[in-house]
Every structure is written in C-alpha cells, then in structure tokens.
C-alpha cells in the first residue's frame, strides 16, 4: 500500500473520505464538477492531438487522392504500434493519481520519471520496429502508387513518436495532479506550428521545396519534438511541479519502470486488439483500391473529431476513479463512473446526429475528388451510428482501468474485436458486396455489446460502499 507523505507545495492533495472535503460523509463528495474540471482541458488536448493529425488529411487531401491513400496506409501502422504503446503507458497515469488521492510524493515523483524513461524506449523500438516495416509496403497487396507515396512519410513519423510518448506521460502528469491547462497551451502552439510548417512544406510556399505527404510528415517531426521539449522544460522550471524532479526517488528507476511495462502489458494487450482489429480492416479497404483507401482516411479525420470526447472523458474518468480509489472511497468511485458514462454517452448522441445528416458536406471540406468525397460521406453517415456505443464503451473502460482491472477487459475485446467483429466485417465486404461500407459497418454490433458489458463490469465491482477491495487492483 501507498504510504502518504507531505505533499509539496503548489499541488493541492484530496482529503479524505470524512475529511474537510467531504463532511463525514461519502455521498456528499461531488464528482461531476471534479470530472468536468479535468476533462475540459484533457478534451482541449485530445482535440490538440487530433488537429495534428487532421492538418495532415485536410492539406493533403488538395494535393490528390494518392498522397490521401498514401497518408492512410501509413496512419494503419501508426495507430496500431501507438495502440500498444498507450496501452504500455496506461499504469503511469492511474498510478500517479492514486499516489496522488493518498498524498504519497515521493511514489508519484518515481513513477513520472520511470513513464518518461518508459516512453523513450518504447518510442525508439517503434521506430526502429517501422523504419524496418517500410521496405515491405508493397507486398501487403495494396496499389503500388501508394505504397511508393507513404515511405518517406511513415520514416519521418515514425521518428517523430519517441517524442510523442514523452508529451502523452508529462501530460498524463500534470493531468493526475490537477494541473492540465499549462499541457493545453503547449499543445494549441504545436498545432500552431504544425499547421503552418505544413503549409511551407506540402504546398512550396516562401520558396520552400514542395515536399507533398512528405512535408507533412517533416512538419509533424519537428512540431512533436519541440512539445515535448516545451513540456520537459515548464516541468522543470514551474513552483507546482518542480517537486516532481527535487523529491528523492529512493529505489533503482529501471526497476520501477520494468514494473510499469508489467502493470501496462494487459492494457496494451486490450488496446492492440482494438487497434490491430481496425488496422486490419483497413487493410481490408485497401484490397478494394485507392479510393476507398482515401475515403477512409477522410473519414477516419472526420471521426475523430468526435472520438476526442470518449477518449477525453474516459481518461478523466479513469483518473478520478483512481483518485477516489486510492483514497479508500469505493462510492465515489462508483459516482464517478456513472457519471462519465452518461455524460459521454449524451455528448455523442449529439455527435451522432451531426455526423448522419451532414456526411457528404464534412466529407468535401476534405477532398475536392468526387468520387472520394461521395464514398466517405457514406462512411461518415455508419461512423454516427457508432457514436453513442463508442461513448458507453470507451467511459466504461477508463473507469476499469482506473480500479486497475485490466485482464477481463482484454479477453472481451479479443472475442469483440477478433473472434466477432473480423469475421463480420469479411463477410459484409467481400461475400455480401458491400466494400468500404461493409468495413464500417460489420464492427458495430459487437462494440455496442462489449460496451454494455464494460458498463456491468464496473457496476459490479463497485458494488455496495466501503473501502476498496484489495481484488479489484490485481486483476
């Protein structure tokens, strides 16, 4: 167990469950206030992170179809290797603010210090892991035209994710600790930044070189570098968090970080079969051409507009149910899950209304080819279909791993996502004809069940009130 000590100045520790906090009284703490508070700024991040991306597809989707194909063939290696890294780094959140909710210091000082030696070496082996993938581009049977396109591109974000992974654990930092807003203005001047070296760089302006998908790949390059540089500096120079770097750390760093990797391994399992379920359906896509390739990469662009709240709140979510466990307070644990999953679940209703009325318009801000716009709209209308399981789903499962339950989960996205949803999207494809459609649409029934089945998961484990089962942190 987690022993407090005094927590340094400039970070605020909760108190108690019967503390000046509370009243005596655990039905009094209140979570939707505390959640909102936390997740504003994690969703003005998120949708940080995703402008990054979506300059990339809306500036290069004027160049032409081939570079757009291009940009999503590599995104389907991209997301599949940051799949299983921000699952390796999902113990360095819930337990810096567990350390946190218990006011132990020194415990979240080492495990800040262990995520960013963690996300260096991660960064590095996925990029040695890509940079030897990218020879092979083109025995994977999609167009020969863009496989030669992504090369370049996929090298240079490869090298970019090393400094990614840092951002994403010194951010998770000052969000478990209550200080994200500082990680918010950092991110808006590396979306600042990205957009306008990509403007230089894909189009030739200023007398730049016209670099195409290329360009955009350098300007993601430099713009995650220099975050992740800004993030490391404020860490170090800012009263609040400098006690993250002065506290002694006691015990041997590359321990702790093994133990991390460990801690981290069932959610990178959860999330590598998510995402190498997706990636292959999308591999699926590029069998049926470029165009098709295209339009999933616009739609993939438009999706993730709304993805960024689930994704925000469910981080959220999980740190405050980390921080009312790690305080003995099961109950508003409990409260909080709740409230995340209804709070997601009526934001996206309302993404899903956007998203299955104004498809073929949000498609055309994207791509000036018709035929590619004409079949993204159609995908965009099946992607707001999804909004309100993938709310459900992703809330539910940021509050399970805020209780560390994390094997259970694993075994119910591998039945989803590889015993159900592959065969599925196969048959709906390829036998029945419905192509790029069939893709989309063959992973929503079983998203909807295992979402339904998270939110029972967490109910059950919070059951009652009282303090935190030692159980429900081992599993």
Do not use: K
């Not at 996925?126 to 167009?143: D, E, H, K, R, Y």
């Not at 600042?192 to 998908?213: E, T």
């Not at 997601?344 to 209304?353: I, P, R, S, T």
């Amino acid at each position: 167990m987690v022993q407090p000590d005094e927590p340094p100045a400039g970070i605020h520790c909760p108190s108690p469950p019967g503390g000046p906090d509370t009243g005596g009284s655990q039905s009094a703490v209140p979570v939707l206030q505390p959640l909102l508070w936390l997740a504003a700024p994690m969703l003005l991040g998120q949708a940080g992170q995703v402008l990054l991306q979506l300059t990339d597809t809306v500036m290069i989707g004027h160049v032409g179809p081939v570079p757009l194909a291009g940009a999503a063939l590599a995104g389907n290696f991209v997301m599949f290797v940051l799949y299983f890294a921000y699952g390796a780094l999902g113990a360095v959140s819930p337990r810096i603010a567990g350390a946190f909710g218990a006011g132990a210091t020194a415990e979240a000082a080492r495990t800040m210090r262990a995520g960013v030696l963690l996300a260096l070496a991660i960064g590095l082996a996925i990029a040695l892991t890509l940079a030897g993938v990218s020879p092979f581009l083109g025995q994977l049977g999609q167009p020969a035209e863009v496989a030669a396109s992504c090369r370049g591109y996929l090298l240079l974000i490869a090298w970019s994710l090393p400094a990614a992974l840092i951002a994403v654990v010194l951010g998770q930092v000052a969000e478990a600790v209550d200080r994200p807003w500082p990680v918010l203005g950092f991110m808006g001047a590396a979306v600042a930044f990205n957009a306008g070296l990509n403007w230089l760089l894909i189009f030739g302006h200023w007398g730049c070189p016209a670099l195409g998908l290329e360009g955009a790949g350098w300007a993601t390059l430099t713009a995650r570098w220099l975050h992740a540089a800004a993030l490391v500096i404020w860490i170090c120079l800012d009263r609040g968090m400098r006690p993250f770097w002065s506290v002694p750390v006691g015990r041997s760093l590359f321990s702790l970080t093994g133990q991390l990797f460990r801690q981290g391994l069932p959610v990178a399992a959860q999330d590598v079969v998510e995402g190498g379920s997706f990636a292959a359906g999308s591999l699926m896509l590029g069998w049926a051409g470029t165009m098709a390739l295209a339009a999933n990469q616009v739609t993939i662009g438009i999706a993730s507009l709304a993805w960024m709240i689930p994704v925000s709140l469910s981080m959220a979510t999980g740190v405050r149910v980390a921080q009312a466990a790690g305080a003995g307070d099961l109950a508003t644990a409990r409260r909080t899950g709740i409230a995340g999953v209804a709070l997601g679940a009526g934001l996206m209703a309302a993404c899903a209304l956007v998203y299955t009325t104004s498809g073929g318009w949000l498609a055309r801000c994207f791509t000036d080819d018709e035929e590619v716009a004409r079949l993204a709209s159609t995908l965009v209308a099946i992607a707001g279909i999804y909004q309100i399981s993938d709310g459900i789903q992703s809330v539910s499962l940021g509050a399970l791993r805020g209780l560390m339950d994390n094997r259970v989960p694993l075994v119910a996205n591998l039945i989803c996502y590889w015993g159900l949803s592959l065969p599925t999207v196969y048959l709906l494809a390829f036998h029945f004809g419905w192509g790029a459609a069939g893709v989309w649409a063959g992973y929503l029934p079983w998203m909807v069940l295992t979402g339904l089945f998270f939110l029972w998961r967490f109910l059950w484990l919070t059951r009652g009130a009282g303090p935190l089962p030692a159980s429900t942190t081992s599993r």
